[in-house]
């Protein structure tokens, strides 16, 4: 089936204000959550980004649909027709944005473009319905270019959590911006130690962190093969900074491979790691501490239920769906994927797939083809590839920016010739 849509713009139930809500009656209802898509075949709905918005600071899923970060903050699209659910947008400041670790909150962080000396603003948006939960300023802050302090998606009910410095964790107590609570040592070890990566479940903050020694006078030896370190994990109270567990699960080739790890939430709350020298993945039970090492690949997908994933690998460009016990149910192989590659390829250039429970979505570059048609991507499934096409209104082309799997679609952003943003909603 081939999916064809025209390009322009979709904005059904009108435009939001800045508080979020469309008619500025009062508090809305949360938005009806949406089921994420197991595969795709065709493009449903196309949003373009105002007059004068650049391209998007990327795209986050949310309950209902996906957020998109603007110039000057941020919209949420239904994933079922790209209508606007709420909007937050503010003259004069440039805008960096996450969703927190499960989805319940979507976080904007404001400079002020026209002074410098302005405190960046801070706000915390209920991700369900769009109210603006905290708005205030960051103490002892100057608005610059680039985020202040980030960790942006480390926001809990409370608590906007950070690591300052290499290895300190500083709970920051919403719209107030006092400390709450601190761990100044999380590594833990006499060499050097950091703080490679954090995120924050529903009730668990997971701490990766990584120890080795550097002998003086010498040069860094933090990529170097065959150099002791250790590196693991460590779970605190995101209320109180207690430690819960701390596990030791060293992985890589070298230091540099720890610090290099990815570490993610996903919805379902499973918390993954991948290590990219080494291609070596974690899964990290939150609760516990305990964890289980997946060889040669990174986990890209989990069931809602965390009871089955999809896994990666990047060296041969396969993709496997397996149990929580490792035992493989379905894989495609190189060379099904390589057929899809090949067409993607031709038009973009390598780059990740997006994995769905029934296999992986290929974005490319919008190039027309023929009259009023353009190629956008294939989804290699494990029945086949379904190549995925739309009816073009542009007779220029789009680049493929970013593209994320949200409640109700596959969310793929494009940056026009002129540097405008575009979203298109498959299904």
């Known amino acids: 089936m081939l999916g064809a849509v025209a390009l322009a713009a979709c904005s059904p139930g009108g435009a939001s204000d800045s508080t979020g809500a469309s008619d500025g009656s009062g508090p809305r209802e949360a938005v009806q959550d949406l089921e994420r898509p197991s595969s795709v075949s065709e493009a449903a709905w196309t949003w373009e980004a105002p007059e004068g918005v650049g391209a998007l600071g990327g795209l986050f899923p949310v309950p209902g649909g996906v957020a998109a970060v603007m110039d000057d903050g941020a919209i949420a699209l239904s994933g079922e027709n790209g209508g606007v659910m709420w909007e937050h947008r503010f003259p004069d400041t440039r805008a960096f944005g996450a969703v927190s670790g499960q989805g319940q909150y979507f976080t904007l962080q404001l400079m002020d473009t026209e002074d410098d000396e302005a405190r960046p603003r801070m706000l915390v948006i209920d991700a369900s319905t769009g109210e603006t939960v905290h708005d205030y300023r960051l103490e002892d802050e100057e608005s610059s270019g680039h985020v202040v302090r980030g960790w942006l998606a480390n926001v809990t009910d409370e608590h906007w959590i950070t690591v300052e410095g290499e290895q300190e964790l500083v709970a920051h107590r919403l719209g107030t911006d006092e400390t709450a609570w601190s761990v100044p040592d999380v590594a833990a070890c006499n060499g050097v130690g950091s703080v490679d990566r954090a995120v924050v479940t529903d009730g668990t903050l997971v701490a990766a962190f990584t120890c080795y020694d550097q002998p003086e006078g010498e040069t860094s030896v933090e990529m170097t093969e065959g150099q002791e370190f250790v590196s693991g ?7 109180t900074g207690e430690e819960l567990w701390r596990t030791e699960a060293t992985a890589g080739m070298f230091a540099a491979d720890a610090h290099e790890r990815t570490l993610t ?32 690949g990174d986990v890209v997908w989990t069931e809602e239920d965390g009871s089955l994933r999809g896994v990666w690998t990047d060296r041969t460009h396969a993709y496997r769906i397996e149990g929580p016990d490792g035992q493989e149910q379905r894989r495609l192989g190189t060379d099904e994927i390589g057929i899809a590659e090949s067409f993607a390829n031709a038009l973009q250039g390598d780059d990740a797939p997006v994995a769905l429970e029934d296999g992986v979505l290929l974005p490319a570059d919008l190039i027309p083809r023929g009259e ?14 379904v190549p995925i096409t739309l009816a073009s209104a542009r007779e220029t082309n789009l680049e493929f920016d970013d593209a994320v799997l949200a409640p109700g679609t596959v969310a ?15 299904h």
Do not use: C, K, M, W
């Open 265 to 296: 939430v996903h919805a379902s709350g499973v918390v993954t790691a991948y290590h990219p020298y080494g291609r070596i993945g974690h899964v990290v039970d939150q609760a516990t501490g305990e964890v289980v090492t997946v060889d040669e």
């Open 412 to 426: 793929v952003s494009y940056i026009s010739h002129s540097g405008q943003g575009v979203v298109i909603g498959l």
């Open 372 to 385: 009023n048609e353009a190629e956008a991507a294939v989804f290699q499934g494990f029945d086949g590839a």
């Open 233 to 239: 994990y460590s779970g605190f109270d995101p209320a």
